[in-house]
């Protein structure tokens, strides 16, 4: 059964250094998202992807945020400088034309130090 | 914005029924949505409700009422695997189809 991979499943950085989360959508699929879940919280939208191009992104998603589909299965989430409070769960997820379902990824889970 | 509102807790006996009810709060609504997340992991689809009524799905039932707000999820003959949370999402009407969450029901089954 086709799956959405992340990678890493977990990294550690340095406050102030960059990241970039890996993500392979399932094969066909048009929606992507991007979201979070700080520990004990709950699930919270950062942004949405569709025909190349950002369709929404919440108010977390500053300009220290940044998405790209660099060819026609990975879509990363960039954070350019992390700060202490970027510590949480990351989940991409993604949905194919005509479907309800968003399939999310495993996650990776990121720690600020 | 949405504004989803669910019960933080709720514990159950094996072999048992449990609803957890949701209430929601949009400004444009195009569909309900259970999750269930197991500590550590991915949320995974169970249900989706976009009309008035019941859908069933096994051991998994879900509810919904637009002109109350309102949705339950029916767990039925509770296995201790079901001990998780679960996630009440909504859909609202923009071309993106993203979910906004609740902040999610921890389900314990007991023996």
């Known amino acids: 059964e086709p799956e959405v991979t992340q990678t890493p499943s977990h990294q550690v950085t340095q406050m102030g250094q960059e990241v970039i989360l890996r993500c392979v959508p399932i094969s066909n699929h048009l929606y992507f998202y991007w979201y979070r879940q700080i520990l004990g919280q709950k699930v919270e939208f950062l942004v949405s992807?569709?025909?190349?191009?950002?369709?929404?992104k919440s108010e977390i998603f500053d300009d220290q945020f940044s998405v790209e589909r660099p060819d026609g299965s990975n879509f990363t989430l960039k954070i350019r400088s992390t700060k202490l409070e970027d510590s949480a769960m990351y989940f991409c997820?993604?949905?194919?034309?005509?479907?309800?379902?968003?399939?999310f990824g495993p996650g990776t889970r990121l720690t600020v130090l | 914005g949405q504004n989803i509102d669910q019960p933080t807790e709720m514990t159950a006996t094996e072999g048992a029924i449990v609803q957890i009810n949701c209430t929601y709060q949009?400004?444009?609504?195009?569909?309900l949505f259970w999750y269930q997340q197991h500590a550590g992991e991915a949320p995974t689809f169970l249900s989706y409700?976009?009309?008035?009524g019941l859908e069933e799905k096994g051991r998994f039932s879900s509810f919904l009422s637009r002109s109350k707000g309102y949705s339950y999820l029916l767990l039925k003959e509770l296995q201790m695997k079901d001990s998780a949370s679960y996630l009440c999402?909504?859909?609202?009407?923009?071309?993106?189809?993203?979910?906004?969450f609740g902040a999610g029901t921890t389900v314990t089954v007991r023996a």
């Open positions: 409700n976009v009309l008035d």
């Open positions: 997820a993604s949905m194919g034309q005509g479907l309800h379902e968003q399939f």
């Open positions: 949009t400004s444009g609504f195009n569909g």
């Open positions: 999402a909504v859909r609202d009407r923009t071309n993106d189809y993203k979910l906004s």
């Open positions: 992807f569709y025909n190349n191009e950002i369709s929404e």
